[in-house]
């Protein structure tokens, strides 16, 4: 238990459908990311939240949308995903944006059928 | 950007064996992370170290940051079968952003 929580564990999806994954950490972090995980391929980061502000957007599609509301929940917001879209979502968080070691969450394993 | 090179990409070992893998970037880090990942899990933080040459162990696990700064190794004395999973490291740069290593697939035969 790190600490970081995300739900659902598991979600398969069509092409068509809207999902939301959520992310909620008890830690008292300021950060919050999320990071796409590929089989036999680094960690992929994909957004950066600090202070319930986006710092950071990497290059992602629009039809993943993060939303924080508050500095313990982040969502990934998903629709009209590709089969390519199918990985491991991880969440993580942080005490500070940079220069802090990150904790993760258990992930959210998505199938886009 | 930034590459960060981690070998071997995958181990296969007696239980018992002791175990070394290692990471480079081609760029100065002033911290080195080493996450653990079981199946179907996120990664849990191992290691992390601060400063070039800092030595640090946790339990069994020993992690070491070079002294360029640009590598890091871990080491796992006498594996069991508990031990199998993948391995990452992690780096951060001057500004603070991470970057991850693809991994370290480590499996112990009994």
């Known amino acids: 238990e790190t600490g970081v929580t995300q739900t659902p564990r598991h979600l398969v999806m069509g092409m068509t459908n809207k999902k939301s994954l959520k992310c909620e950490q008890h830690l008292g972090h300021n950060a919050m990311y999320w990071y796409k995980q590929s089989a036999k391929k680094p960690l992929e980061l994909m957004f950066v939240y600090n202070f319930k502000e986006q710092t950071e957007n990497n290059s992602v599609p629009s039809r993943f949308s993060p939303e924080c509301p508050n500095s313990s929940h982040l969502f990934l917001h998903l629709h009209t995903l590709q089969p390519e879209d199918s990985a491991l979502y991880l969440c993580?968080?942080?005490?500070?944006?940079?220069?802090?070691?990150?904790?993760f969450g258990q992930g959210t394993r998505l199938t886009v059928v | 950007g930034q590459q960060l090179n981690q070998s071997p990409q995958s181990m296969f070992i007696q239980e018992g064996e002791d175990v070394s893998m290692n990471c480079t970037s081609s760029s100065i880090f002033n911290t080195w992370l080493w996450y653990k990942q079981d199946p179907g899990e996120g990664p849990v933080l191992l290691i992390a170290l601060y400063k070039a040459g800092e030595l640090t162990s946790n339990g069994r696990l020993t992690a070491q940051f070079g002294i360029t700064r640009k590598d890091s190794f871990l080491n796992i004395s006498a594996s069991i079968p508990s031990d199998v999973g993948i391995y990452f490291c992690?780096?951060?740069?001057?500004?603070?952003?991470?970057?991850f290593g693809a991994g370290t697939r480590l499996t112990v035969k009994p």
């Open positions: 993580a968080s942080s005490p500070e944006a940079r220069g802090t070691e990150a904790f």
């Open positions: 992690a780096g951060q740069d001057l500004r603070g952003d991470m970057r």
